[in-house]
């Protein structure tokens, strides 16, 4: 059973950074993902087995950034320049390597718990 266990979420001022973690019991590619209350849960970032490839969604590029420490079967959300519409639950999710489908929420085998991002204005 594939276990992720995020951390890192908290309540930042608009224009603030915060670092997302996400801890894998193995090795996967992996993606981040949010949902923002009465909302679906979006795409944010996602990033390939080998950290060779990495993926963003149009309205957190140039913002965020993803990264993985593959010694540590972690992945990282890097967010800056936060906006109140960055508010939402964020959710590290993974899958095998042979059906990896990045943006797509409902490929992704494995969900972590989430962790809460709050933005003020």
């Known amino acids: 059973q594939v276990q992720l266990v995020e951390s890192g979420g908290g309540l930042v001022q608009a224009g603030g950074s915060l670092r997302l973690s996400c801890t894998a019991s193995?090795?996967?590619?992996m993606g981040w993902f949010r949902q923002a209350p009465g909302k679906a849960r979006e795409f944010v970032a996602a990033?390939?087995?080998?950290?060779?490839?990495?993926y963003y969604a149009d309205d957190v590029k140039g913002r965020f950034a993803i990264s993985r420490d593959t010694a540590k079967n972690m992945s990282y959300l890097q967010m800056n320049r936060l906006k109140p519409e960055d508010t939402a639950v964020y959710y590290c999710?993974?899958?095998?390597?042979?059906?990896?489908?990045?943006?797509?929420?409902?490929?992704?085998?494995?969900w972590g718990q989430g962790t809460q991002v709050t933005v003020s204005s």
């Open positions: 999710a993974a899958d095998h390597r042979d059906s990896w489908y990045p943006r797509m929420s409902h490929k992704y085998h494995y």
């Open positions: 193995g090795r996967y590619p």
């Open positions: 990033i390939s087995w080998s950290g060779s490839s990495t």
